[in-house]
Structure formats: C-alpha cells, structure tokens
C-alpha cells in the first residue's frame, strides 16, 4: 500500500488532532503531497498541499486552523488540525501527485491513502 494515513479519532470542538500519512511512493520528495476529506453525504473535497519545495496550499475553510508538513527523511506528510469544528467531522485522505498541475483535483492523484476518520463533537 503506497499510502498509509493514521490519527483520527473523536474530538471534541476547539480540540486538535494530528494526522499522519506514510508514503512508500519513491523518492518521496519528488511528489506533491495532498489531504483531502469527504464528509458524509458529500464529495470528497481538497483541504491542504505541501508541494516538493514545501509551499503549502489550505481550503479557505481551513485557513489558519490546519498547517501541513512534511518530512522526506520519514517518507510522512503531517496534518496538524487545530480549533476543530464539528463541521470538520470526515474521512481524511492522503494523496500523493508526481505532477503539481491540477491539486484541487482528486483525479490529478497518483496515489491514495485508505482514509482515516476524524469525528468532532459540539
């Protein structure tokens, strides 16, 4: 499994959590590294992209909450989630492109994670 993304859980609202995504895609570093979510009842949407030279990229609608990262040593993209809203409650998705054009796209994806689920409580 090229993708494996790990820490969700149950949270409450204003809380934080730390999502990880280990990648054994290679070289790590040449890819695009992406989080995306799908709530229940709706389409997966794009929420964070740290590109090979580590610009990062947010959704509006998670502007200043979420940062992401990455470490090449590790192989692992981080997604650091902070201030949570019970609207964040989803399925978090890794994702790993080769090309940086079309990020917001989940079809422009190489690579998938299984999903790991976050849940906010009010």
């Known amino acids: 499994v090229p993708l494996q993304a790990s820490g969700g859980g149950l949270v409450q609202a204003g809380g934080s959590l730390r999502l990880s995504c280990a990648a054994s895609?290679?070289?790590?570093?040449?890819?695009?590294m992406s989080w995306f979510r799908q709530a229940p009842g709706k389409e997966r949407e794009f929420v964070s992209a740290?590109?090979?030279?580590?610009?990062?990229f947010y959704a509006d609608s998670v502007k200043g909450r979420f940062t992401i990262s990455r470490d090449n040593a590790k192989n692992t993209v981080y997604l650091q989630m902070n201030s949570l809203k019970p609207e964040d409650t989803a399925v978090y998705y890794c994702?790993?492109?080769?090309?940086?054009?079309?990020?917001?796209?989940?079809?422009?994806?190489?690579?998938w994670g299984q999903g790991t689920l976050v849940t906010v409580s009010s």
């Open positions: 895609v290679v070289p790590f570093s040449s890819y695009v």
């Open positions: 740290i590109s090979r030279s580590r610009s990062q």
């Open positions: 994702a790993a492109s080769y090309s940086d054009i079309g990020l917001l796209i989940d079809n422009s994806y190489d690579y």
